[in-house]
Structures are given as structure tokens and as C-alpha cells.
């Protein structure tokens, strides 16, 4: 009954090639996020979507696309991959999106580019 | 350009001390303010948040104080107990935007 699953939880793969990780909440809440955990530890948002409809798309390569298929999914499609995506990638639920709407993770998914 | 800042990458606290987490902030439009905690291979799970309509807010062994003219915050664990160890996000958000700015964190050590 995990309520922000993402799957897979390791990828390695090469440069230049392209992936997906997906995400779903069980949890009926309105936006999902994708962040990003980088080698210095910090966690930044990439995405936010509320309800499929794209909210917050930070400084993000066009390499990355979001899709929401419906509102309890958020899948991240990352193309032509680079050494520098390599991270923890954190998909994330909300109910309404508000800041003061806690946020709920799933367990990440450890990306290594080789 | 960190706006969020955890200095102490780590601290060790003998179980049944009081365990302070330090966070400092440098954008002075943040009026809303979370505590994260994280255990190894899982995400981070909301732990506490304040207003800075307030200086203090408690939930248990939890409280964050808040010193807005220091542009600093601290979560406090009283007493600490071993399924403390983790690390701590601080995160941060102003008014104007949705977006929670997370901190670098800080390991927390609970001796036995």
C-alpha cells in the first residue's frame, strides 16, 4: 500500500541514451513533483504538475519531459543522457499543492550514467 | 547560491540528550518553514513546519523556533531516541511562489 511509488529504483545505463522513470500516488492528491538530489546532497525541484497540467518547470534541460497521464501519475522521460544527470531523482505528492500541503516522497530512483 | 543553509553536515547526540538542528536563511521573502527527515534508500517524510507569523512551534518531542531578524531557524528533539538518526532537510518558501527551497541536510547521529 505504498503511497508514492517509483520504479525503478537503481538505472545505469550509458550517455547518449535515453530513459524513463515512472511514478504513481495512491494517495488522491492533486499535484505531483519530480526533484532532483545532486552529488552536493541538494534537493531541487524540476516539475510540478497539478491536476496533468504543468505548474513549475525550473531551469530544467529539454532533455527532461514530464508526462501526466492522469492525475496519479507523473512520469519523468529523460533523452540523450549525460554524465551530469547521474543523481537520485524523488517523485512527490501533494494534496493541493500549497506550500503549507506537506510533501510526500517516494523512495527515489538512483540514476548513474556511465 | 544557497538560500537555504545547514552548516553542520553532521551531529552526534548521546540518546536521551537534546538534539539542536541548526538552519539559516538568506532570502528575507521566506515566511514559511519545514523540517524534513530521511532514513537511508527512502524519501523524505514531513516532519514539522512554522509560520513566521511565530517563533515557536511544537509537536511532540519536535519543536522549531523560529528568529526572523537572525534569518535562522532550529528544530529541537527532546528527549533523542536511536530511531532519530537520520538526516534533517530544512526547506523553505515565500509567499510568492509555491516553491520549497530544501537545504543540504544534516546527519543525525543518536549514541546508544
Known amino acids: 500500500d505504498t503511497a508514492v511509488s517509483q520504479t525503478p529504483k537503481y538505472l545505469v545505463t550509458q550517455m547518449g541514451n535515453d530513459k524513463s522513470i515512472k511514478c504513481e500516488q495512491n494517495l488522491g492528491h492533486d499535484t505531483m513533483y519530480w526533484y532532483k538530489q545532486d552529488s552536493k546532497k541538494f534537493l531541487k525541484i524540476m516539475f510540478s504538475y497539478n491536476n496533468k497540467e504543468l505548474i513549475i518547470n525550473e531551469t530544467v534541460p529539454n532533455r527532461f519531459s514530464p508526462k501526466s497521464p492522469d492525475k496519479a501519475h507523473l512520469n519523468l522521460h529523460i533523452n540523450s543522457l549525460e554524465l551530469g544527470d547521474s543523481a537520485v531523482y524523488f517523485c512527490?505528492?501533494?494534496?493541493?499543492?500549497?506550500?503549507?500541503?506537506?510533501?510526500?516522497f517516494g523512495n527515489g530512483t538512483r540514476l548513474t550514467v556511465t | 547560491d544557497q538560500q537555504v543553509k545547514q552548516n553542520s553536515p553532521s551531529l552526534s547526540v548521546q540518546e536521551g540528550r537534546i538534539s539542536i538542528l541548526n538552519c539559516d536563511y538568506t532570502n528575507s521573502m521566506f515566511d514559511y518553514f519545514l523540517w524534513y527527515k530521511k532514513y537511508p534508500a527512502e524519501g523524505p517524510t514531513f516532519l514539522i513546519s512554522?509560520?513566521?507569523?511565530?517563533d515557536k512551534n511544537e509537536d511532540g518531542r519536535f519543536t522549531v523556533f523560529l528568529n526572523k531578524s537572525a534569518k535562522h531557524l532550529s528544530l529541537h528533539i527532546v528527549p533523542s531516541q536511536p530511531g532519530d538518526s537520520a538526516v534533517y532537510f530544512c526547506a523553505a518558501s515565500a509567499k510568492r511562489d509555491d516553491k520549497i527551497i530544501f537545504g543540504k541536510g544534516t546527519r543525525l547521529h543518536i549514541l546508544p
Open positions: 512554522i509560520s513566521s507569523i511565530k
Open positions: 512527490a505528492s501533494s494534496p493541493t499543492g500549497d506550500r503549507d500541503s506537506p510533501l510526500h
